[in-house]
């Protein structure tokens, strides 16, 4: 089992970046591969980004290509997505997700994944 928290959120303006991280508890975080989904007001959670165990595989959804990326540190027992160009339509609350489970593709459903953290707030005015 692995315990997640979410840092870095913040309230920015539109062109800014942030830097979100994702603590993982335990010594067998590499044995999970992790995702970023956020949910804005009012509406459904959405998938943002998916990286394998070892790192070597990203996948970034459409709305954030070219401006997100998504990395991890399995010595640090973390994942980043680094945010740039930051715009208002981005404002949700973004949460990490881990899951041993093995794929044949990058798993982009929130039924993909296991384990949740409790989500940190991101706001991007105009």
């Known amino acids: 089992q692995v315990q997640l928290v979410e840092s870095g959120g913040g309230l920015v303006q539109a062109g800014a970046s942030l830097r979100l991280s994702c603590a993982a508890s335990?010594?067998?975080?590499?044995?999970?591969?992790m995702g970023w989904f956020r949910q804005a007001p009012g509406k459904e959670r959405e998938f943002v980004a998916h990286?394998?165990?070892?790192?070597?595989?990203?996948y970034i959804t459409d709305l954030a290509k070219g401006r997100f990326t998504i990395s991890r540190d399995n010595a640090k027992n973390a994942m980043y997505l680094q945010m740039n160009s930051l715009k208002p339509e981005d404002t949700a609350v973004y949460y990490c997700?881990?899951?041993?489970?093995?794929?044949?593709?990058?798993?982009?459903?929130?039924?993909?994944?296991?384990?949740w953290g409790q989500g940190t707030q991101v706001t991007v005015s105009s």
């Open positions: 997700a881990a899951t041993p489970r093995i794929f044949d593709y990058a798993p982009r459903v929130d039924s993909d994944y296991d384990y």
């Open positions: 335990g010594r067998t975080f590499s044995r999970y591969a």
């Open positions: 990286i394998s165990r070892s790192g070597g595989i990203t």
